[in-house]
């Protein structure tokens, strides 16, 4: 069982940064793959980025390749999403996921999600 708890979310405006952060309860965090979801209002949830077990390896959305930026820290049990020039397309509920296939952009490729954390960017 992983818990799964995001942070960093906020009201910012367009052009702005954030850093949104994931922490998990679990021992074996660096089992898992790890990714990012969004969804907005009335839309379905959406992939955003992906990162392997090590960290070295990552994937994204080619529309959001260069603003986003994950990451994690294995020791620490934590994964981070770097959002810089950020736009009012971008708001949404970001959650975080853990799971067992690589690099999967399917929400059902994940077994443990978190509440989410909201990000608003207004314009």
């Known amino acids: 069982q992983v818990q799964l708890t995001e942070s960093g979310g906020g009201l910012v405006q367009a052009g702005g940064s954030l850093r949104l952060s994931c922490a998990a309860s679990?021992?074996?965090?660096?089992?898992?793959?790890m990714a990012w979801f969004r969804q907005a209002p009335g839309k379905e949830r959406e992939f955003v980025a992906g990162?392997?077990?090590?960290?070295?390896?990552?994937t994204y959305v080619p529309s959001m390749s260069g603003r986003f930026t994950i990451s994690r820290d294995n020791n620490k049990n934590t994964m981070s999403l770097q959002i810089n020039s950020l736009k009012p397309e971008d708001t949404a509920v970001y959650h975080c996921?853990?799971?067992?296939?690589?690099?999967?952009?399917?929400?059902?490729?994940?077994?443990?999600w978190g509440q989410g954390t909201q990000v608003t960017v207004s314009s």
């Open positions: 996921a853990a799971g067992s296939i690589f690099f999967g952009r399917a929400p059902q490729s994940y077994n443990y």
């Open positions: 679990a021992r074996a965090f660096s089992s898992y793959y």
């Open positions: 990162i392997d077990r090590s960290g070295l390896a990552t």
